[in-house]
């Protein structure tokens, strides 16, 4: 028995920190029903087409949306009419948890807020998300992840030294913050096995990113002191990232500790510097950093960088080669483990999609269960199974657009044309590194020792 | 939210056994929800204590604001798991707690390592491991921070100016993401638990964690074969994302907006510029980005972050600051939700969620070994 079979669960969430919280609880056996409006469906749903091929109906050929929405089912409802909220608050009678990630204004406008349903609902967990929380003087400014990042000061202790500060390239903010709600959520889950009672889940994405801040913020209340970029460095330690034989190929080190700085200066052949006093402590080995770094580069400049992994991490000193998207979908760590479980994105290919929920349980491992919905995929099926609606009555709110529509600022010509990524720009400018004539069928591979592995 | 409220864990009892950031945050946020956590660390303390900051930069080994942040809340048993009364001590601990919360790598005189062992010996304590690569796979045996698990994650390669070498961020946000799954994993299975379901061990690894949340550049490599790499602070298709210069300092700034064209023109003065491709299509502002940021940075050098911010969050653009640590420390947003609240009334960082019937409560650090006599003196074992 999965761990949260017979929890159901409304999914009002759009983007990407909301779905994989709602995502997590399917793949741990939850009913999750996503629900989207017909006519302006998750915007997630326009992100980078699979093979820049926006024509039909390409809103349901995004990567992007099936890794956040795998083993949900759909529903489409639109929330503007006063039919759509009436089914909604049916579904609620019986739902455990609803997820939304809407500023607290628009909820509030539709009567929906946390207040309106509270004592309507007393066992219903409400996990509502957004930039800066229900509260506060910023409750209702529009934010996304990839400004999250450099607001919630992440960037100010990020980049290069002297350098203007840096947001990564990777947006792990949304499931970072999303992931913290759900725990809150699991909380307020434990709370009410006991009590019977359900509460409001107020997640800021500000707030949990806050928490990688932790001890800067204690450094500066105790010495008044920041941290500005400094690159790869770090006080108390040996770290670099360091070229190696290869295009654009690097390989991480990082070094916290006697033991590990010799079994370092073994293998890269500098054993002098076991002997040499200037570098006997680590604050003399960060001051001479640069003379370090440069005889480290001049090692690893030759060797492919796994080859250097395996050798370095064999003797002691930590290191991970750099690892490019398709290094990763294929990296024999990971395919061994079960991260991965293959899932289609129907009218594209089956990919690998990762497990938001990575844990192994006893030997068990929770992953995806179905495809992403489409649109309204299950309206039919939730209507008839939750709220008893027969054939008619289904039939009568198709018609009057409750449950249906075209969703219809994705279908112009210049709205498909508008989403065709600019390949040939990118790789001009250099943001990618190469489009892999060969992706399809590496895919293929991987998706194959996939499923020869789940057997 | 009054110390009277309700606590949703309590009667729950961790015994963590010291193992590096990620056990240490997930058994804070476990402590912060109302468990009771026993922290069990070396005679000397753990390299959390040891670790700084400290005020005016004097080692204290109960002082220090590492310890306070990821300790805040949790008891102290000092005891050398290493030896035999130690480990004793220990084992009795185990016995008594409903989760144990570790990395299978701890050296100790304990069958860390073998999970069927510590379940014949601790048949009611759910185990739930952390290490930075999981018990099994190739790298079983690797090490490494945060910085060499993001390297193998995908983060680094994508994070850095494109004529560089890749860079860190200044976070160990690899770990952080370990503990996080460990607070989630140990909640997950505390709910099976309480439907009469009994699992024994949890094995997570920092680096599938860390690998899981890239989905930006595994989806447009899955959808198109594109290999992203590292390219200032801009995401790849959409313009502007960017931390830009204004004339006291940086904005964020992000595309998303419901009419992004009238919002922006209105924004930096330039009304005529609404119906002009390069604001109406987001495609234009991707190829022409010089003449985009050639559009935007006069205006941006004539003003300051906070009128820019206020301006554009008038016009629902989500632009946003770029605040470092003093500023964040001082916002008033985050002092109206009581964030920096700490125990005693001295600043600290609050809980990364909400929870409106049974609040998450930052609590104060453990003094090194303060629970020893309580928890452990009865075994003989202890420092």
Redesign the interface.
């Known amino acids: ?1 999965k ?2 079979e017979g929890l159901r669960v409304i999914d009002l969430s759009q983007v ?1 920190a909301g779905p994989v919280a709602a995502r ?1 609880l399917a793949d ?1 056996g939850a009913d999750v029903i996503k629900v989207e409006r017909p006519t302006v469906p998750d915007r997630i749903r326009t ?6 091929d926006t024509t039909g109906n390409y809103w349901e ?4 949306y099936t ?2 929405n795998v083993s949900k089912r759909g529903l489409a409802l639109d929330l503007g009419s006063d039919e759509g909220i009436a089914i909604l608050h049916g579904l609620l009678e019986d739902a455990d948890v609803l997820i939304e990630s809407y500023t607290p204004r628009v909820l509030e406008n539709f009567g929906l807020s ?1 207040n309106d349903l509270k004592d309507r609902y007393p066992r219903l967990i409400m996990m509502s998300l957004c ?8 409750r209702n ?4 992840g ?3 990042e ?11 030294e002297g350098e ?9 903010v ?3 913050a999303g ?6 959520l ?6 009410r ?1 006991r ?1 019977g ?1 359900g ?6 994405m ?3 990113l ?14 008044d ?8 460095r ?1 006080e ?2 040996v ?5 190696t034989a290869g295009e ?1 190929a ?5 070094v ?1 500790d006697d033991d590990e700085w010799a079994a370092l200066a073994r293998t890269t052949g500098n054993e002098a510097w076991l002997d040499d006093a200037r570098l006997a402590t680590m604050a003399g080995r960060h001051e001479h950093h640069d003379e370090i770094d440069a005889a480290i580069s001049e090692w690893t400049a030759t060797r492919d960088k796994f080859a250097a992994m395996e050798e370095l ?1 064999a003797a ?1 000193a ?9 290094e ?2 294929q ?4 395919l ?2 079960g ?1 991965w479980d293959a899932q289609p ?1 129907r009218g ?2 089956t ?2 999609v ?9 030997g068990e491992g929770y992953g995806a269960r179905g495809p992403a919905p489409h649109i309204g995929e299950h309206t039919d099926e939730v209507l008839r199974e939750l709220l008893g609606y027969d054939d008619a009555k289904i039939a009568e709110l198709r018609d009057a657009g409750v449950i249906d529509g075209e969703p219809e600022m994705l279908t112009p010509p210049e709205a498909r ?7 040939d ?2 790789l001009a ?12 069928e590496r ?1 293929a591979a991987v998706v194959a020792r996939i499923e020869a592995d789940a057997g | 939210m009054t110390a009277a409220a309700p606590r949703a864990l309590e009667g729950v009892r961790i015994i963590e056994i010291a193992a590096g950031l990620p056990v240490a945050y997930a058994g804070k946020l476990l402590a912060q929800g109302g468990a009771e956590v026993i922290r069990i660390e070396p005679p000397e303390g753990d390299p959390i204590r040891l670790g700084g900051p400290f005020p005016g930069d004097e080692p204290d080994i109960d002082g220090g604001g590492r310890h306070a942040f990821f300790n805040g809340g949790k008891r102290s048993v000092a005891l050398d798991v290493n030896s035999e009364g130690g480990a004793a001590v220990s084992a009795d601990l185990i016995a008594s707690a409903d989760v144990l919360l570790t990395s299978w790598k701890t050296p100790a005189q304990l069958p860390l390592d073998d999970v069927d062992a510590m379940r014949e010996r601790f048949p009611d304590t759910l185990y739930v491991s952390i290490s930075p690569f999981g018990r099994s796979g190739p790298y079983a045996n690797f090490d490494g921070d945060s910085h060499v698990i993001e390297a193998l994650a995908g983060f680094s390669y994508v994070t850095g100016y494109p004529d560089r070498e890749p860079v860190s961020l200044g976070v160990d946000t690899a770990e952080f993401l370990g503990g996080l799954y460990g607070w989630v994993t140990t909640l997950t299975l505390l709910n099976a638990r309480a439907h009469g379901e009994q699992h024994h061990h949890a094995d997570i690894s920092s680096y599938e964690t860390a690998a899981l949340t890239d989905d930006h550049n595994l989806a447009v490599y899955h959808g198109m074969g594109l290999l992203r790499r590292r390219f200032y602070s801009r995401v790849l298709g959409a313009y502007p994302s960017d931390i830009m210069r204004c004339r006291d300092g940086f904005v964020s700034v992000v595309p998303g907006a419901p009419d992004f064209a009238t919002s922006l023109g209105l924004l930096i003065d330039r009304p005529e510029m609404i119906d002009d491709p390069l604001l109406q299509l987001p495609k234009e502002r991707v190829v022409r980005w010089q003449d985009f940021d050639a559009l935007m940075e006069p205006w941006l050098m004539e003003h300051d972050a906070a009128e820019i911010v206020q301006k554009a969050q008038e016009l629902r653009l989500a632009f946003a600051f770029v605040p470092d640590v003093a500023d964040l420390a001082a916002d008033e947003h985050l002092a109206a939700r009581g964030f920096f609240e700490g125990p005693g009334g001295e600043p600290a960082v609050g809980p990364p969620v909400g929870l409106s019937e049974t609040p998450l409560r930052p609590g104060a650090p453990p003094a090194l070994g303060e629970a020893n006599d309580e928890l452990a003196a009865s075994n003989g074992g202890a420092a």
């Open positions: 028995m761990p949260f990407w997590v741990l992100a980078y087409i699979a093979q820049n050929r995004a990567p992007y890794v956040r946390w930039g800066y929380g229900q509260t506060g003087p910023r400014s529009p934010a996304f990839m400004g999250m450099p607001a919630s000061g992440i960037a100010s202790v990020s980049g290069y203007p500060p840096l947001k990564s390239g990777n947006t792990w949304d499931p970072f992931i913290h709600g759900l725990g809150g699991l909380t307020a889950l434990y709370h096995e009590s009672r509460q409001q889940i107020d997640v800021s500000q707030e949990g806050l928490q990688l801040l932790g001890p800067h913020f204690h450094d500066y209340w105790m010495n002191r920041l941290h500005p970029g400094s690159g790869n770090r108390g330690l770290r670099g990232i360091y070229p654009d690097w390989i991480a080190i990082s916290r991490q002691g930590p290191a991970g080669a750099v690892l490019n998207a398709r990763l979908m990296n024999e760590h990971l061994t483990r991260l994105v594209f290919a990919v690998p990762q497990r938001y929920f990575p844990a192994h349980v006893d044309a508008a989403l065709i990524q600019p390949i720009v990118f400018s250099g943001s990618i590194l190469e489009v892999d004539e060969q992706h399809l895919m």
